[in-house]
């Protein structure tokens, strides 16, 4: 059997309405801003819990303009986790400030335990990931900076309508930062992205940042860039967020499958599920012993399984000038050895999830 790892041509398939809205769409010539755009930036900011959503030209832009609207400038140190996908860090590196990392713990999330130590007067922001679906305690984070007066954005990239108590992922900080890349969980059809914030003064800024600093079409107010979600995607946006709630459900839904089967191989560990964190599961992702021999077992069977990621982003040698060497961040470094990830998106049918667990089962001779 196969189970393979993207399910875009299926997310697409049968979407014959879709194309109907983009030739109504293609004849307006309203291909910048426009009317799409902000009717999907208000069901955004609606789904997420927001004042505002503003759309920008991918969930990085959505980082990097978040901490200029905060005033972020060269030298700033930004407080982030050391096992995130590169965009986080790139973002604050794109700025000039300096990433400050902190160890994760093992649901993949920053260990708020961690951070105190890491404020310096530099700190201007914390940037908390909420990495492959999970949720970081921000609770603690937005204890800790009310505590320090530092400013929180989060990086919801992965984790579209994840929550703790039923607050959602991005509705914590000042600004939460989503991917609309297609490879997320809601996605278009090339790179978007999105920020929320319930603050009206951010949230001015954000648009004209997004939009050369254009407060009208001859009046330039603020030095920006050009960061406009593509109004044919805000099109495409707009077909596939009332599918939102539904897709996440199907993920949450897999994993707990998974999770029930994979329990029983005790070679296998689930990480930890708090019952008050609703995880999506962009990632599901395990720890498995003797991981390098499990994978090639299930490559070999056909399974698509991946590992995010054999490098960490603290040891990649374009962030060498940091100075960071193995064992600074030990759980990370553990988790390197030991991380597998399995699909576990929407489209996956109960034989394929069966599959999974039979393979890992049968791997580990049980
Ligand atoms: C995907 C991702 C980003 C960046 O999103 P793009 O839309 O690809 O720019 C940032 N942070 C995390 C954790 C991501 O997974």
Not at 124 to 148: C, F, Q
Not at 152 to 175: F, R
């Amino acid at each position: 059997m196969k189970v393979r790892y993207s399910y875009l041509p299926q997310q697409f398939g049968d979407c014959e309405d879709l194309w109907q809205e983009l030739r109504d769409f293609v004849v307006t010539g309203d291909f910048t801003l426009g009317e799409p755009l902000t009717k999907f930036e208000k069901s955004f900011a609606k789904l997420i819990g927001t004042k505002y959503a503003i759309g920008v030209n991918s969930g990085t832009d959505a980082i990097k303009l978040s901490l200029k609207a905060l005033n972020i400038v060269p030298g700033d140190e930004v407080i982030t986790v050391a096992n995130t996908f590169v965009a986080t860090v790139g973002a604050i590196c794109e700025l000039g400030a300096t990433p400050v990392f902190v160890d994760c713990d093992d649901t993949f999330c920053m260990n708020v335990e961690l951070v105190e130590e890491k404020i310096t007067e530099k700190t201007k922001a914390l940037l908390p990931v909420h990495y492959t679906g999970y949720m970081t305690d921000m609770r603690v984070i937005n204890h800790i900076a009310e505590k320090y007066n530092i400013p929180v954005v989060e990086d919801a990239c992965q984790s579209i309508l994840g929550a703790i108590d039923g607050k959602n992922a991005g509705t914590w900080g000042s600004t939460g930062a989503f991917s609309l890349h297609p490879l997320k969980n809601i996605n278009v059809w090339s790179d978007g992205g999105v920020i929320v914030t319930d603050d009206d003064e951010l949230c001015k800024k954000l648009m004209l940042l997004r939009n050369h600093g254009f407060e009208d079409r001859d009046t330039v107010v603020m030095m920006g860039c050009n960061s406009r979600l593509d109004t044919i995607q805000a099109v495409v946006g707009n077909w596939i967020l009332p599918q939102a709630q539904s897709i996440s459900n199907q993920r949450i839904a897999n994993a707990k499958y998974l999770d029930n089967g994979l329990r029983e191989i005790k070679q296998i560990t689930i990480p930890p599920r708090p019952e008050n964190f609703r995880l999506v599961f962009h990632l599901y992702i395990v720890f498995a012993t003797n991981r390098d021999g499990l994978l090639k077992h299930c490559l070999e069977k056909g399974i698509d399984a991946k590992i995010h990621y054999p490098i960490p982003i603290y040891k990649q040698s374009a962030l060498r000038y940091l100075g960071h060497k193995t064992g600074d961040f030990p759980v990370t470094d553990a988790h390197v050895e030991k991380i597998i990830t399995f699909p576990c998106d929407q489209h996956l049918e109960q034989k394929q999830l069966d599959y999974i667990i039979d393979t890992v089962a049968e791997y580990y001779g049980q």
